[in-house]
């Protein structure tokens, strides 16, 4: 996966160029960097020095998932995908296994319903992320990396 060096590289030279495509949804090299600097400050600020060792998603293909995996590229967090059509005794079993601690799956694809008890759904034990969720624009609002008192893009470095 690319991490955020390469994209701001790419960024420059190529701006409102399409850099994914899925169907009828596409994200410019802008906003992928964009949305890759918001959730590289997002795990900073939420984690500091104890970012997550071992990450997982549980998501079919989609673009909401690239700035997550450019992040964990970016802040050298391994990062496995899990077959979403495995069953959740399975899937919790492979999880402990590779001990993931930060967990992104979709609720509507693993046919979770509840919202705020995915986790317990699941019983996993780790930070879950729902990628269908509304709450997801959250990550966003921590993750904004505009400082006005100088007008520049800043991102917070992990002590």
Known sequence: ??????????????????????????????????LTEHRVAYLIK????????????????????FPWLAAFATLAIPVTGMDYTLPPPTLRIMMKTIEAD???????????????????SFHFESITFDLDSPSMA???????????????????VPR
């Open 102 to 120: 930060f967990v992104l799956l979709s609720s509507t694809l693993l046919h979770i319903h509840g919202g705020l008890d995915i986790g317990q």
């Open 138 to 156: 959250v990550v966003d609002a921590i993750g904004q990396i505009d400082d006005p008192a100088n007008g520049q893009r800043t991102l917070p």
């Open 46 to 65: 939420r984690y500091g020095a104890d970012l997550p060792r071992q990450a997982c998603y549980v998501v079919n293909n989609r673009i909401d998932l």
């Open 1 to 34: 996966m690319l991490t955020l060096d390469k994209i701001n590289h790419f960024a420059t030279l190529q701006g409102d160029r399409i850099a994914i495509a899925h169907d009828d949804h596409q994200l410019t090299w802008n906003q992928f960097r964009e």
